[in-house]
């Protein structure tokens, strides 16, 4: 037996006027998956424990199975992971993220902030001018590394675990009172705007009617992280396969293979089927059992407040991976099970991230269950199926 998870990060939603009252994966054509429902298992799961942040860190770890509570130690301390930073003990790690704040006359604490992504702004773009902020700012005490996109991260030797706001949870809002009560922090981001904004690179990508890069923004700060061997937890041999930093720390700290997809960036454009590639290879090829495939693009455009991308992004999830997995395991003749499954809400309405319980589909080939089935957040909640803890969804996937 095979086993697969899908997830389409945020792709979970609330009702929408403009949808007529349907979530974004209820209107999108999924005829794929909602095949798979109509021979599987549709319910409802808790993968934020409650007074924890919704983030795809804590939700993430859960549906890998690992208990939020008893293994999270901050968003950013998982992406060193995957960046190769080797963290003290003593060491704090920080998210510093490349953003788009407004490009006015206003102090940096009047600044509006326009987008956490900087238009999904290319690593490459973001390594010259996180490279300016460097030179600037870095000393023996802070230290910048290059991420993916508009995700990099800063290490601050001797730090503290400090309260910071994630900037997707603040869009179009006014930063100061969401600025660091931490001085140094502070200064930092207000000088990085002055070291950006007017930047070579920043003024064409302006040219180009996209957003300036125009400043960092510190989050997520977490010490080193400790995770249990997957592979030892669960008896079955891993592979991730993912475009961010945070999801392939996860797997380093659980010992899991890490599968690089040329073109996978993050985006709505990402690879998808290379990415359905890759683990259907690694699975039918390399002997490995289990296959964890993330895909970030409904996410991001959740948090641009984008219907039409979101449409896009889970249709493109139905079509160009969930298909493609499911031809080539069908072809292969190989029994399999197949886990479909958001890791939060990520609502169009409010931008950002939501504890709501998210839907998920459980299907084995195995198993023929024939009836009419649709796979979204109405179906899943009149199933009466209910996983309270999260991180006990894999135990479903995983039961013989």
Same mark, same amino acid.
């Given at each position: 037996?095979?086993?697969?998870?899908?997830?389409?990060?945020?792709?979970?939603?609330?009702?929408?006027?403009?949808?007529?009252?349907?979530?974004?994966?209820?209107?999108?054509?999924?005829?794929?998956?909602?095949?798979?429902?109509?021979?599987?298992?549709?319910?409802?799961?808790?993968?934020?424990?409650?007074?924890?942040?919704?983030?795809?860190?804590?939700?993430?770890?859960?549906?890998?199975?690992?208990?939020?509570?008893?293994?999270?130690?901050?968003? /950013?301390?998982?992406?060193?992971?995957?960046?190769?930073?080797?963290?003290?003990?003593?060491?704090?790690?920080?998210?510093?993220?490349?953003?788009?704040? /407004?490009?006015?006359?206003?102090?940096?604490?009047?600044?509006?902030?326009?987008?956490?992504?900087?238009?999904?702004?290319?690593?490459?773009?973001?390594?010259?001018?996180?490279?300016?902020?460097?030179?600037?700012?870095?000393?023996?005490?802070? $230290?910048?590394?290059?991420?993916?996109?508009?995700?990099?991260?800063?290490?601050?030797?001797?730090? /503290?675990?400090?309260?910071?706001?994630?900037?997707?949870?603040?869009?179009?809002?006014?930063?100061?009172?969401?600025?660091?009560?931490?001085?140094?922090?502070?200064?930092?981001?207000?000088?990085?705007?002055?070291?950006?904004?007017?930047?070579?690179?920043?003024?064409?990508?302006?040219?180009?009617?996209?957003?300036?890069?125009?400043?960092?923004?510190?989050?997520?700060?977490?010490?080193?992280?400790?995770?249990?061997?997957?592979?030892?937890?669960?008896?079955?041999?891993?592979?991730?396969? /993912?475009?961010?930093?945070?999801?392939?720390?996860?797997?380093?700290?659980?010992?899991? $293979?890490?599968?690089?997809?040329?073109?996978?960036?993050?985006?709505?454009?990402?690879?998808?089927?290379?990415?359905?590639?890759?683990?259907?290879?690694?699975?039918?090829?390399?002997?490995?059992?289990?296959?964890?495939?993330?895909?970030?693009?409904?996410?991001?455009?959740?948090?641009?407040?984008?219907?039409?991308?979101?449409?896009?992004?889970?249709?493109?999830?139905?079509?160009?991976?969930?298909?493609?997995?499911?031809?080539?395991?069908?072809?292969?003749?190989?029994?399999?099970?197949?886990?479909?499954?958001?890791?939060?809400?990520?609502?169009?309405?409010?931008?950002?991230?939501?504890?709501?319980?998210?839907?998920?589909?459980?299907?084995?080939?195995?198993?023929?269950?024939?009836?009419?089935?649709?796979?979204?957040?109405?179906?899943?909640?009149?199933?009466?199926?209910?996983?309270?803890?999260?991180?006990?969804?894999?135990?479903?996937?995983?039961?013989?």
């Amino acid at each position: 037996m095979k086993y697969i998870v899908v997830l389409g990060d945020g792709m979970a939603d609330r009702p929408i006027k403009e949808l007529n009252g349907k979530t974004p994966l209820e209107a999108a054509k999924t005829p794929v998956m909602d095949e798979l429902a109509g021979k599987g298992m549709v319910g409802l799961a808790h993968t934020i424990p409650e007074g924890m942040s919704p983030g795809s860190d804590t939700a993430n770890l859960a549906v890998l199975g690992y208990n939020p509570r008893k293994y999270y130690t901050g968003r /950013s301390p998982l992406e060193a992971l995957s960046i190769g930073v080797d963290m003290k003990e003593q060491d704090v790690a920080l998210r510093c993220n490349i953003v788009t704040v /407004s490009d006015d006359d206003k102090p940096y604490e009047e600044k509006t902030i326009i987008d956490h992504s900087s238009s999904e702004i290319s690593t490459e773009d973001a390594a010259v001018l996180l490279e300016a902020v460097r030179k600037e700012l870095e000393t023996d005490i802070y $230290k910048f590394y290059v991420g993916t996109s508009y995700r990099h991260l800063t290490i601050w030797d001797k730090g /503290s675990v400090v309260p910071l706001t994630p900037p997707h949870d603040i869009l179009g809002k006014v930063m100061g009172s969401h600025l660091p009560q931490e001085e140094a922090l502070k200064e930092m981001m207000k000088k990085s705007y002055d070291i950006l904004n007017n930047h070579p690179l920043n003024v064409a990508r302006a040219e180009k009617g996209l957003n300036k890069a125009n400043s960092i923004w510190f989050w997520g700060a977490g010490t080193k992280p400790c995770l249990t061997s997957f592979e030892e937890k669960t008896g079955k041999k891993g592979v991730m396969i /993912s475009a961010v930093d945070l999801l392939k720390g996860i797997a380093i700290g659980a010992e899991m $293979k890490v599968i690089e997809v040329e073109g996978a960036d993050g985006t709505l454009h990402t690879n998808y089927e290379g990415k359905a590639q890759a683990a259907v290879d690694a699975l039918l090829k390399d002997g490995y059992d289990f296959a964890y495939i993330h895909v970030e693009a409904p996410d991001e455009m959740g948090h641009q407040g984008s219907l039409e991308r979101k449409l896009q992004a889970i249709e493109y999830l139905d079509e160009r991976v969930i298909k493609v997995v499911k031809e080539q395991m069908d072809a292969s003749g190989e029994e399999y099970r197949m886990l479909i499954t958001p890791d939060h809400p990520t609502p169009i309405e409010i931008r950002t991230h939501s504890s709501d319980p998210i839907p998920f589909l459980l299907y084995d080939n195995t198993k023929e269950r024939r009836r009419i089935g649709f796979y979204n957040e109405k179906e899943a909640l009149e199933s009466g199926i209910v996983v309270e803890n999260g991180f006990e969804m894999i135990e479903k996937l995983l039961e013989a």
